[in-house]
């Protein structure tokens, strides 16, 4: 992992800071001859928020959370967030002052048309004409008094120590340390408000694979779990954590197997065969479109006739999944080491807005891809398959869960595909993945090309 102090000044990212108090009523200046907002300067592509709070403390001594990221029209000036300070009546750090938000707007010259917009944003979350509980003064205050009550038959109390990962009016994701075990307080808004229904129905069918469930606060689509013990799969090495995840997740795959209109119902995606197969054709003529529409070469784009190849491969690999005998069970589409913990109990799986109902195989190849980025010069994926395959023994023969294994390669990138563009999609960034769509679109080709060599006829 890579040390923030590692990083240059000059590959930071920098962002003007909002910090509030009071309901909104006081911003921090800096009055340096034109008055400024305060400025950070964080690591590109980190999570955002518990940076910002690390760096108000470490900087100005103010104890912070964050509200969100403003959408202001000043774009050529660097990103404003909105935050909020955590003691009310404090003294203003030295070189830095407290203002009326009025006195602000007024005398920030270059930066009031920003501030004014942010604020005003601020007071329609307050006064709920925008939906958005996370953008609110005080909702930190609120999440505490709500915790408190519902970790108190636990014999738990929280300390007034947390870590923030989310600057969203409608995400969040909080670590609250307590006296015993930590707490995480998360809640999600479209296009992922299904995670709260999914992970509510895991929780109650599978306790020991997913986070225990403590609450459930439904006006904010949000709830509280245990802090999971053990390490999370991407620190660990030994070939042995990775044959013993994989071992795990079959033994979740069947126990789920008699639970599937409940999945579906939670909100678990439909990626069964047959689903899979009514969505080549439409796929596959956006991937032309696609292909039409791409500017830069190299890469080059696929030609009409490698598209229909990769069609028929497809059809041919999804199918081959369907009649392997393996049942369709519980799948994750973003099955990543990061969403997998590893403890002396077994293991727990997190993060399900990309929970399926699939084959199988599908979740597995994707465990079996980190697999081979994490050891470029290692042993391949060999130990891994046969400790999966070994719990489906009883299912069908070992042969036949091999054969289904190399066609799940495509079909794995297929099914992450038609996640990314529905999810794309959804939050209107389809134009954004375009390029990412056409690469994985290749991608599928050199899998289906290597497949049909070796594949039945």
């Known amino acids: 992992m890579i040390e923030i102090g590692t990083i240059p000044a000059t590959e930071r990212e920098i962002y003007r800071v909002i910090i509030t108090r009071r309901d909104a009523s006081e911003l921090l200046v800096v009055p340096t001859g034109t008055w400024l907002l305060p400025r950070v300067a964080l690591v590109p592509r980190r999570r955002v928020a518990d940076q910002l709070i690390a760096e108000c403390r470490a900087r100005w001594a103010i104890d912070s959370y964050c509200l969100f990221v403003p959408d202001i029209s000043a774009s050529d000036k660097p990103p404003c967030v909105v935050m909020e300070s955590l003691r009310q009546n404090c003294d203003a750090p030295r070189g830095t002052r407290w203002v009326h938000r009025d006195l602000a707007c007024g005398c920030l010259r270059e930066e009031k048309t920003a501030v004014a917009e942010a604020l005003a944003e601020v007071d329609s979350y307050r006064t709920q004409q925008k939906l958005g509980p996370f953008a609110r003064p005080g909702w930190l205050k609120e999440l505490f008094e709500w915790v408190e009550t519902q970790i108190a038959p636990l014999n738990l109390r929280p300390t007034g120590r947390f870590e923030q990962f989310n600057a969203s009016p409608t995400f969040s994701l909080v670590r609250i340390e307590t006296d015993g075990k930590a707490v995480w307080f998360k809640a999600t808004g479209g296009p992922n408000r299904h995670e709260l229904s999914i992970a509510c129905v895991l929780s109650q069918l599978f306790p020991c694979y997913v986070p225990t469930l403590i609450a459930v606060r439904e006006s904010w689509n949000a709830w509280l ?27 979740f795959q069947i126990a789920s197997t008699d639970t599937l209109p409940e999945l579906t119902g939670s909100g678990c995606k439909d990626f069964t065969s047959s689903k899979l197969m009514s969505q080549v054709a439409p796929f596959l003529d956006r991937v032309s479109r696609l292909m039409a529409m791409q500017k830069k070469r190299p890469p080059p784009s696929l030609t009409r006739c490698e598209i229909d190849f990769l069609g028929e491969q497809l059809r041919k690999a999804v199918a081959l999944l369907g009649e392997t005998g393996l049942p369709d069970t519980i799948g994750h589409l973003d099955f990543n080491p990061g969403n997998i913990f590893v403890g002396p109990r077994g293991c727990v799986f997190l993060d399900w807005s990309e929970g399926c109902v699939a084959s199988p195989l599908i979740t597995l190849e994707y465990l079996r891809e980190h697999f081979l980025r994490s050891h470029p010069r290692g042993p391949g994926t060999e130990e891994i398959d046969e400790a999966y395959r070994r719990a489906w023994s009883g299912f069908v023969s070992r042969e036949k869960v091999l054969q289904a294994m190399e066609a799940s390669r495509l079909v794995a990138v297929f099914a992450y595909s038609l996640a990314l563009s529905a999810s794309a999609l959804a939050n209107d960034s389809a134009p954004r993945q375009d390029g990412f769509l056409r690469s994985l679109a290749r991608r599928m080709f050199r899998e289906a090309h290597g497949w049909g060599r070796s594949s039945p006829a």
């Open 225 to 251: 779990s245990m802090e999971v013990t053990g390490a999370s799969l991407d620190s660990l090495q030994e070939t042995s954590e990775w044959k013993k995840v994989a071992a795990e997740l079959a033994e």
